[in-house]
């Protein structure tokens, strides 16, 4: 049985809601904010009963924008976003399992009702995230791509990255949870059906996502929060070891020509307050914590990163890339700044060279 087969077979026949579930990687949402427990209020039951995702995936700014969600399941996260993105946006679900798809489809027109629609604007398709180019999607056509803790289940993890990247709009952003390793997983237990099943097997090495995600074109990835997760099954926990595994969120930009590391060009942000629901504190990732008012230096990359995709709006850009200061902040790389060791040309003959073994 391939994994792709296994998966389904998990998914669509072992678990019949997130009570089978033998750990909690694959069931851990952060803390929700008020607007979002509204909208989820509206979903219906079967469809949050077969919800199996690790992390909430409703980024900011939404309004009318088209987003597309990898590994749909039974579309508890399409149908929260379609809330979101209003009627005149689009979601569009994809996944492999026929017993998921049927419960997303059996309630399209309860949700356009819930939500006052004259029309849904919401759509799923079969098929699997590493193959999006047998679903005849155009390239440059989604604003969004969100995923809930289906990547690491996929045998093809580049393949995703890749093609997300090439259907995401130019700007566009790829904002996703799933499941992370300190540690390679032994190839002996990706095969594991159960560790695979519960988003252990497939985890990824962190390290190893940080560059997969980079060749496939997102050039900076940002981790937006994580928690490590519980592993209390005793069997589970037995198999596994010392790997550690955390639930994360990341965000993904398609944004050209970003450099390879943070630059100080003395470049700032001030966040205006404008974005919904974050009217004090917008936090873009783990390190930047926006307050509305407050002018913060910001690296290169961060200031085209919110300069050049849907967040612009909603901030003054100061500086610009005229002058360059060396690396940013803590992630100063420079060799002169670490422990100094023996020079190689004499203390008493200097060469006249500038470099002094010339």
Known sequence: ???????????????????????????????????????????????LNRYYGCGLVAPEQLKGLRILDLGSGSGRDCYALSALVGEEG??????????????????????????GYAKSNVEFHKGYIEKLDELGFADDSFDIIVSNCVINLSPDKEAVLKQAYRLL?????????????????????????????????????????????KQAGFSDPRLVEYRELSIENETIKEKLGDISFYSATYRLFKIECLEPTSENYGQSVIYRG?????????????????????????????YRLLKESRFHQHFDFIGSLARHLGTFGTNDASPFKQRPVAACCSETKPTKSSGCCG
């Open 90 to 115: 689009y979601v569009v679900g994809v996944d492999m399992t026929d017993a998921q798809l049927e419960v997303a489809n059996r309630h399209i027109d309860y949700h356009r009702m819930q939500f």
């Open 274 to 302: 404008s974005l919904e629901h974050h009217p004090d504190v917008f936090v873009f990732d783990a390190n930047h914590s926006l307050v509305k008012g407050e002018a913060v230096a910001v690296s290169g990359n961060t």
């Open 1 to 47: 049985m391939s994994v792709q087969d296994e998966v389904k077979n998990y998914y669509g026949d072992v678990l019949q809601n997130s009570e089978d579930l033998k750990t909690d990687a694959c069931c851990t949402d952060t803390a929700m904010p008020s607007y979002l427990k509204r909208v989820l209020s509206q979903v219906h039951e079967e469809v």
């Open 169 to 213: 709009k130019p700007g566009g952003e790829m904002y996703f949870s799933d499941v992370y390793s300190d540690r390679r997983v032994p190839v002996e237990l990706t095969s594991d059906p159960v560790l695979y099943g519960e988003c252990l097997g497939g985890a990824l090495y962190w390290n190893d996502f940080i560059n997969i995600a």
